[in-house]
Each structure stands twice: as structure tokens, then as C-alpha cells.
């Protein structure tokens, strides 16, 4: 376990250094996108682009001009100990990476889609970002959506996250 753990802050850390340093790209429009290995689809915002790279990620979403990211995460579970230490993990690193948890409620339902949702700030070199976490399952998988946005872009992109959550459906 302790492996996954130094993963996912190494992650975390350079995940923070991207979203300070990233150039821009061109916007895209809304479009579904799938992942077939999960047996998903959700709608990537528009002026969003679809990243590649993440192999953690079934989805991985950038907003260039400001700078902001959205992560669908999965996995598969064998028992619900399981998603209890995959979500467990994922937070125990932000929290030990010096993020601030500021908020937290359970039951938080989005497009039919209930969980837990957690919000976290980080400031570093002067730049904070805000974490934005909805934790749910759905049949046998485990599901993270995970949006990192600077903290002045925050309210405007936060509909963007909410909406990835709302639009994910599931096949089979």
C-alpha cells in the first residue's frame, strides 16, 4: 500500500507544477467520449479537451486557458473494503501533500449518480488551487471525479465538473 501512496503524490505534485504551467490549446466543443474497458461514457465539456497520457485516468479532461483539469479515476472492486481504501488512499495523500480539507458532504447527488463529495485548497509559489472530489459506486467499480482548478476560476468552471458527473452512463 505504501507504494500507491507515494504514486499518487508523486501525481498529485506534478499534476500541481502542469496546472501552473501549461500553455494553451485550442477549444473543442461538448462531445461524448467512451471508455470501453469501464463501460462508460460522459460528455466532455466544451472548450475542454480529452487528454491522453494518464493511464490511471478513463478520462482526463484539460481546460488550457485556465489552467484547470478534470479526472474521471476507476477501479474495480472485489469487496467494498476495497473502495473504502482506494478513496481513503487518494485523500490520506492530498491531506499528507498539504492540501486543506474545507468541506465535505455526504449523500451529494449528481445525475442520478450519489456519493460523497470533498473539497480541498493548496497554495503553492503563491498560486491556490482548489480540489474538487465526488466519490461514488456504481455495480462493481469504485469512482473517482476529480477536478483541479485555480481558486479565482473555481466558481465559473465548477458547473463543468459537476456536469462530467451528471452525464456519466453506464452500458451493459
Known amino acids: 500500500m505504501k507504494l500507491v501512496k ?19 490549446a485550442f477549444a473543442q466543443e461538448a462531445a461524448p467520449v467512451e471508455n470501453a474497458q469501464f463501460g462508460v461514457t460522459v460528455t466532455r465539456p466544451a472548450s475542454w479537451e480529452s487528454v491522453e497520457g494518464n493511464d ?15 479526472e474521471v479515476i476507476a477501479t474495480q472492486l472485489m469487496t467494498q473494503d476495497v ?19 474545507i468541506g465535505t458532504e455526504e449523500g451529494k447527488s449528481y445525475g442520478g449518480h450519489t456519493g460523497k463529495e470533498s473539497i480541498y485548497t493548496f497554495t503553492h509559489s503563491g498560486v491556490t ?17 476529480v477536478a483541479y482548478m485555480h481558486e479565482d476560476v473555481y466558481d465559473s468552471f465548477l458547473p463543468n465538473y459537476q456536469s462530467v458527473i451528471s452525464s456519466m452512463t453506464f452500458s451493459g
Open 6 to 24: 507515494v504514486s499518487i503524490f508523486g501525481f498529485v505534485c506534478a499534476l500541481c507544477v502542469a496546472l501552473i504551467t501549461t500553455g494553451s
Open 56 to 70: 490511471r485516468a478513463a478520462f482526463n479532461f484539460k481546460q488550457y486557458q485556465s489552467h484547470s483539469q478534470i
Open 83 to 101: 473502495a473504502d481504501v482506494f478513496f481513503n488512499t487518494f485523500h490520506e495523500t492530498l491531506q499528507n501533500s498539504d492540501f486543506s480539507r
Open 129 to 145: 488551487l482548489k480540489v474538487a472530489i465526488f466519490e461514488f459506486i456504481h455495480e462493481t467499480t469504485a469512482w473517482l471525479v
